[in-house]
């Protein structure tokens, strides 16, 4: 399950247990509108609360991000998940984006938000 929040240029995805691909369409919606009118969307995920996800979940957003990565200002993700955090990692190296990595979710939501040029 994914709850999802639209909050000026950012969208904040909570996922709670099992991430599927329909919840992923729900957050690619939201992108799409924070695109279409604010330019650029800066995305906050908190996955402390996620128990799995499937393999479709992970093609879909690679396909997503190299696609719109240009349009993504920010990316901060919430885990602890060492495996998740790996995966991302190399995503990053795949396909350039502004990615940060965060336990936090204060930290996280700050520098997201944050105007300062200064990476993580």
Do not use: C
């Amino acid at each position: 399950m994914i709850s999802i929040q639209q909050e000026d240029d950012l969208v904040v995805a909570a996922v709670l247990g099992q991430f599927t691909l329909d919840d992923y369409k729900q957050f690619e919606d939201h992108v799409r509108y924070s695109v279409k009118f604010k330019g650029v969307a800066n995305l906050l995920f908190d996955f402390r609360d996620m128990l799995g996800y499937s393999v479709d979940v992970v093609w879909e957003e690679l396909r997503f991000t190299r696609e719109n990565a240009p349009n993504f200002g920010r990316i901060a993700m919430v885990s602890d998940n060492q495996w998740l955090n790996w995966l991302a990692g190399m995503q990053s190296l795949l396909v350039p984006t502004n990615l940060a990595i965060f336990s936090d979710y204060d930290e996280a939501k700050a520098w997201v938000t944050s105007s300062d040029d200064e990476l993580v």
